[in-house]
């Protein structure tokens, strides 16, 4: 199909009637997957419901097709009557409000017709089409009468993320020899169709000069008004690979509905699917191509087994982050800020982020008052609440002024933020206590290196930062961090062995935020991610 052709075809069947409305924020997003089956769990519906999960969504799912495969290849495929189709759909949709869905495989033209139909019940939804055309191999998985079909429901998608050869059929060309071609295509199609298109250049051999400028393996998000924003990526040397793009679509759209900003969707996916590469070895599934790790960061690890030595919480998550500690101590970031080389736009970057950090930690203190078994304890989260946003406008107030810092948040403390608001809103007081401490502690602990560094020095008023340096030495905060030790000492003490180990895995995870936090502001892709539009 040429593309005035597809033009014709979308003027004809893009009904503004049908189209999603503005998409709801959430965060544990509701998401439907709908699309074919995977019995050995690499793609499909399993790794949609896999991605979802990784990603802190509530995974739903509705069956197009199922798929006799493995990790050597596909064997058969029945496809069910649309009619039980559609039932399975209006089944979701009439009961549960939907935040995103994904589309997956589609194989016939039955199965695309009851779904265009059905996806305003969808509306409000972001909506993620990856068009199953064409495999990595090369083999077609769609009919050829039913292309057309899939094409009239590329406008009504948010974002449509197809591999290069899937690229190529809906524009009804040759597959993209390179990274240039291939951006071409994609600024085509968003044009056509008034929706965003993911340009994925894992395919593109990397000799590429866009490929490799990209650094090796470069997506692009390409928007209707022909923008294209490059996220680059380092390939990885690993052949199990089979559901990448089932998993990648997935999670963007379970991220998108809790970002609400493709670019910092994108940026986050990215990081998860690289290590889901990096780590997918290690599952030894079959013996073809096996599936990536979607939860590698939940892997054997990480979940921790609580000593029976009757040691108190805190000395125990003490030892066990002691390699979070030491790298936050090496960052870029803290050596700068102790010896006052750090850039005036990364002190800022990190102040603002605070202080958006802060409102929202604000809340959550304000829920561990409210869960709190003791007044004493309820009056402590309470005034560490009030103290958050004291010290929230203080910032603005006084350190922000005449600073251009960004203004929304960036990924890394959207993802911590939603990490704690997920603790909080589980009903587990212990949980939420161990989450919120290593704001207490691991930052009262920086402080104190800080401090301790610029005090050896003579404490040195020409210090650029000197002022910020004296507020790490503020013994209310010290005071407060050790009664927020002891509180998480007495609840783990008397807590389940259930409950304990999830203590230590919510200090756990919020430790690495914290260490990432402090990453943060050296990085300039999160950064720039963190402006406002």
């Excluded at 949709?93 to 969808?122: C, E, F, N, Q, Y």
């Amino acid at each position: 199909m040429s593309i005035r052709t597809l033009e014709e075809h979308t003027q004809h069947t893009r009904d503004p009637s049908s189209l999603p409305a503005p998409a709801r924020l959430r965060t544990v997003p509701r998401v439907l997957s709908v699309a074919g089956t995977d019995p050995t769990g690499g793609a499909g519906i399993q790794a949609d419901l896999k991605s979802i999960g990784a990603h802190g969504g509530y995974g739903m799912a509705v069956v197009t097709s199922l798929v006799a495969q493995n990790t050597r290849g596909v064997r058969s495929v029945h496809t069910p009557p649309s009619a039980f189709l559609e039932e399975q759909l209006l089944a979701v949709s009439d009961d549960v409000t939907i935040d995103a869905v994904k589309i997956g495989m589609l194989g016939d033209v039955d199965t695309i017709r009851t779904v265009r139909r059905w996806l305003p019940r969808a509306a409000g939804a972001v909506v993620v089409l990856d068009p199953v055309m064409v495999a990595t191999s090369g083999d077609r998985l769609l009919a050829a009468e039913a292309e057309d079909e899939l094409r009239a429901l590329v406008p009504l998608a948010d974002l449509v993320t197809p591999n290069l050869a899937e690229l190529a059929v809906l524009l009804g060309e040759a597959v993209a020899p390179d990274w240039d071609t291939a951006l071409d295509q994609g600024k085509r199609l968003a044009a056509a169709t008034g929706t965003s298109v993911l340009v994925k250049g894992g395919h593109l051999v990397a000799r590429t000069v866009g490929d490799a400028e990209a650094g090796g393996c470069p997506d692009a998000l390409v928007d209707s008004s022909g923008s294209v924003t490059v996220v680059p990526g380092a390939r990885v040397g690993t052949r199990n690979t089979h559901g990448t793009g089932c998993s990648l679509s997935a999670a963007l759209a379970t991220v998108q509905a809790r970002t609400g900003d493709w670019e910092q969707s994108l940026v986050l996916v990215k990081d998860w699917l690289r290590g889901a590469l990096e780590r997918a070895d290690e599952l030894e599934v079959g013996g073809g191509n096996g599936p990536i790790h979607h939860f590698h960061q939940f892997s054997a690890g990480s979940v921790q087994k609580v000593p029976q030595d009757g040691r108190p919480f805190s000395e125990l998550v003490w030892e066990l982050t002691s390699g979070h500690r030491s790298a936050i101590e090496t960052l870029g970031f803290v050596r700068a800020l102790g010896d006052g080389s750090l850039p005036d736009g990364q002190f800022a970057y990190y102040l603002a982020q605070d202080a958006l950090y802060l409102g929202e930690y604000s809340r959550v203190l304000a829920r561990a008052s409210a869960l709190a078994p003791t007044e004493a304890e309820q009056q402590f989260w309470a005034k560490s609440a009030l103290n958050c946003l004291e010290v929230e406008s203080e910032l603005h107030r006084t350190w922000l002024a005449g600073r251009e810092a960004p203004g929304r948040q960036g990924p890394v403390t959207k993802a911590y933020v939603d990490h704690l608001l997920a603790a909080s809103g589980n009903g587990s007081y212990a949980v939420l206590v161990a989450a919120v401490l290593p704001c207490f502690w691991l930052y009262a602990h920086v402080g104190n290196v800080l401090h301790a560094q610029w005090s050896d020095a003579g404490a040195d008023r020409a210090h650029p930062y000197a002022d910020w340096m004296e507020t790490y030495a503020d013994p209310a905060f010290a005071d407060a961090t050790a009664r927020a030790i002891a509180y998480a000492d007495s609840v783990f003490e008397h807590a389940s062995p259930v409950d304990r180990a999830a203590m230590i895995n919510a200090f756990e995870a919020s430790a690495w935020y914290e260490h990432e936090f402090f990453d943060a502001p050296t990085r300039p892709d999160l950064r720039e991610s963190a402006k406002l539009p």
